[in-house]
Nanobody, 121 residues
Framework: QVQLVESGGGSVHAGGSLRLSCAASGYTYSYSYMGWFRQAPGKEREGVAA???????TYRNSVKGRFTISQDNAKSTLYLQMNSLKPEDTAMYYC???????????????WGQGTQVTVSS
């Protein structure tokens, strides 16, 4: 089993920054790929960014140039640096992991509980 715990969410004004963290524990050798997702009330969960074991990344178009996904070498912590935040970035943010590369599709096998990000105008 893999446990994922997100932290770092909060409330900021538009233009502000937040750094989300996702601490992984358990059988961390059982996955090679991780991603960040978000879900706003009444909307479907959507992919934000994903990263492969060799550090390749992919981003949602609306966050390119503003968000950066990264992970430590041991894959024990996943990060999402979010700059120039906009009100439309408001959502619950989740990290996910799997041994299969799903990119930004919400089909990962392991999920955290989420951390709330609220951006006011």
């Amino acid at each position: 089993q893999v446990q994922l715990v997100e932290s770092g969410g909060g409330s900021v004004h538009a233009g502000g920054s937040l750094r989300l963290s996702c601490a992984a524990s358990g059988y961390t050798y059982s996955y090679s790929y991780m991603g960040w997702f978000r879900q706003a009330p009444g909307k479907e969960r959507e992919g934000v960014a994903a990263i492969t074991s060799d550090g390749s990344t992919t981003y949602r178009n609306s966050v390119k140039g503003r968000f950066t996904i990264s992970q430590d070498n041991a894959k024990s912590t996943l990060y999402l640096q979010m700059n120039s935040l906009k009100p439309e970035d408001t959502a619950m943010y989740y990290c996910a992991a799997d041994r299969i590369w799903w990119g930004q599709l919400p089909r990962y096998g392991y999920w955290g509980q989420g951390t709330q990000v609220t951006v006011s105008s």
